[in-house]
């Protein structure tokens, strides 16, 4: 089996999309700051004004919304942690359960674990997400993308790779369907009339 399809590997991504998203976002924080911590309002033009860098807080959860109206009993930083908890075992389960060939899935599910885990160090260490990424959009759609970090890039790239799997490994997903189907028709198979009498 290819290398970037064993646990060394997908460790050492994890590890790397932690480091490389705190390094950025530290960098971000002493660019875009002023004495007192706040942003200010500064940014760096990357392709015109199509992306640039510029300095946002998240203190709420996914797409700004706050843990306060979700779950208004606990602390957010208990919300976060339960929250990150669940979703690391479930993620680290379906990594689990990918068909070790499926080497793209579990690619993809190792990329959303590392960027989920760059977010959550933010929350309990500075009860925000940094975020500097700033992009345009077809204004039809809105006026610009919301501001989003290198964690953001991993979980997206992440889920994008899960999801086209099946297309691109199109076969090997076919095989393993009629492998699956084949093993279920053999648990499911009713015992014969032989067995039957020997237990009788």
């Given at each position: 089996?290819?290398?970037y ?11 790397f ?5 705190q ?5 971000a ?6 004495e007192?911590?706040?942003?200010n309002h ?14 946002v ?5 996914a797409?700004?919304?706050r843990p ?8 957010p ?5 339960l ?6 075992i479930?993620l680290?389960?379906f990594?689990?359960s ?6 793209m ?16 160090i933010d929350?309990m ?5 940094v ?5 345009d ?7 610009r993308?919301?501001?989003?970090n290198v964690?953001?890039?991993f ?5 994008a ?7 691109i490994l199109r076969e090997?997903?076919?095989q393993m369907?009629?492998e ?8 499911e ?8 009498g020997?237990?009788?």
């Amino acid at each position: 089996m290819k290398f970037y399809n064993k646990w060394p590997f997908h460790l050492g991504l994890i590890v790397f999309s932690i480091v490389a998203d705190q390094l950025t976002k530290l960098w971000a924080l002493v660019r875009f700051t002023n004495e007192t911590g706040a942003p200010n309002h500064d940014y760096i033009n990357v392709i015109g004004d199509l992306v640039r860098f510029q300095l946002v807080f998240n203190k709420g959860a996914a797409f700004s919304s706050r843990p306060q109206d979700l779950m208004p009993f606990l602390p957010p930083w208990v919300f976060f942690l339960l929250i990150s908890i669940v979703a690391t075992i479930i993620l680290l389960w379906f990594y689990k359960s990918i068909d070790k060939r499926d080497w793209m899935s579990r690619l993809g599910v190792v990329m959303i674990l590392g960027g989920a885990v760059g977010n959550f160090i933010d929350r309990m260490r500075l009860s925000m997400v940094v975020d500097f990424i700033d992009c345009d959009f077809p204004d039809f759609v809105m006026t610009r993308f919301p501001t989003f970090n290198v964690a953001d890039s991993f979980v997206t790239v992440g889920v994008a790779i899960v999801i086209l799997s099946p297309v691109i490994l199109r076969e090997l997903h076919r095989q393993m369907k009629v492998e699956k189907e084949k093993k279920n028709a053999v648990k499911e198979t009713p015992k014969s009339e032989g067995d039957k009498g020997a237990e009788e």
